[in-house]
């Protein structure tokens, strides 16, 4: 299996800005779609952003602008989160499908997510 970790969660104050990171751990060999999803109270996890294998993005419509999804190889996604007004308490999590040797294309396994809270 794809092990996922994320990382770079934290509190920040409104407008300020963090860059989340995705590790991915496996005997990978390739990535295909991989997107940052968040999950506030009450509600079930959304999509944020995702990133094709060839570099495509899209966002979501609320969120254009001040977020920014990259990969910088096929087992390192980050997300770049700017102007932190509205996001309140949110875990953000990545997932997407790699290809995995022995395995073949597939979803990778949630993981903890990382945590992001804006105090006023």
């Known amino acids: 299996q794809v092990r996922l970790v994320e990382s770079g969660g934290g509190l920040v104050q409104s407008g300020g800005s963090l860059r989340l990171l995705c590790e991915a751990s496996?005997?990978?060999?390739?990535?295909?779609?991989v997107g940052w999803f968040r999950q506030t109270p009450g509600k079930q996890r959304e999509l944020v952003a995702n990133i094709s294998d060839v570099g495509a993005t899209t966002y979501a419509d609320s969120l254009k602008g001040r977020f920014t999804i990259g990969r910088d190889n096929v087992a390192s996604v980050w997300l770049q989160i700017n102007d932190l007004v509205k996001e309140g308490r949110a875990v953000y999590y990545c997932?997407?499908?790699?290809?995995?040797?022995?395995?073949?294309?597939?979803?990778?396994?949630w993981g903890q997510g990382t945590l992001v809270i804006v105090s006023s």
């Open positions: 496996g005997s990978i060999y390739s990535i295909n779609t």
């Open positions: 997932n997407g499908e790699w290809g995995e040797a022995g395995r073949g294309v597939h979803l990778g396994a």
